[in-house]
């Protein structure tokens, strides 16, 4: 294409001269954003991450107040690992068949790994960082450090959480086989159960 033909118009009667001529003269006429629209532009992208609208998440954690702006998808495993840097909560399988995510929400057990943070909000959330008063144990802590009821260590955090729970908040059991059946939730797969039974057992008699 010679200079003429790129000046000249085109089948549509369009030259690219004119194109851009009148594409520069309608981008000149644009209205300028005021720095009021510039702030406001800034703040809507601060409460979007790739596109996702965030939402506020205000709770307490191990008793302490905590605002987040996270994902509406995000999970509370993941927000306790990855923005709170609590890593006592571990993930297991990740699809609430373990139980070695297990927290408490308002003193109930429930598996993180299916729980959204962006649902807890008001919310009193313990993990196993919070359970000891200071440097004292807590008597479930105390008691699988007494038997001990673990081998590898992974699943024991998630099963103390959810021994405590089975304790306070749900009455406890009355038997080894009762045990058992209310915590066949946690799985350990080192098979540690004769041990974590032996310090469940010791540790709600202190604890009622």
């Known amino acids: 294409m010679n200079q003429d033909d790129d000046a000249g118009p085109n089948r549509w009667g369009v030259s690219r001269r004119n194109f851009l001529g009148g594409s520069l003269a309608a ?35 191990n008793g302490a107040p ?8 995000a999970t509370l495993l993941d927000t306790l690992r990855e ?15 373990c ?23 008001g919310r009193k959330i313990t993990t196993i960082e919070g359970l ?14 007494d038997h001990d009821g673990l081998q590898c260590g992974f699943c024991t955090p998630g099963q103390i959480m959810s021994a405590v729970a089975m304790v306070d908040d749900e009455g406890g059991a009355d038997s080894d086989d009762e045990i058992r059946e209310r915590m066949s939730g946690n799985i350990c797969r080192c098979s540690a159960y004769p041990r974590i039974v032996d310090s469940i057992r010791d540790a709600q008699q202190v604890m009622r």
């Open 99 to 121: 139980g070695a995510c297990t927290v408490h929400i308002d003193g109930q057990r429930v598996l993180s790994c299916l729980t959204l943070a962006a649902t807890t909000t």
């Open 83 to 97: 923005r709170l840097d609590l890593k006592g909560t571990k993930k297991g399988c990740d699809r609430g068949q």
């Open 132 to 145: 000891a008063d200071g440097d004292r144990l807590h008597p479930m802590q105390q008691a699988f450090i």
């Open 66 to 73: 905590v605002t987040l702006r996270v994902d509406p998808r």
């Open 27 to 61: 981008a000149a006429a644009v209205t300028p954003l005021t720095t009021g629209q510039v702030e406001a532009a800034g703040a809507a992208s601060a409460l979007t991450v790739d596109g996702v609208a965030q939402v506020t998440v205000r709770a307490a954690v």
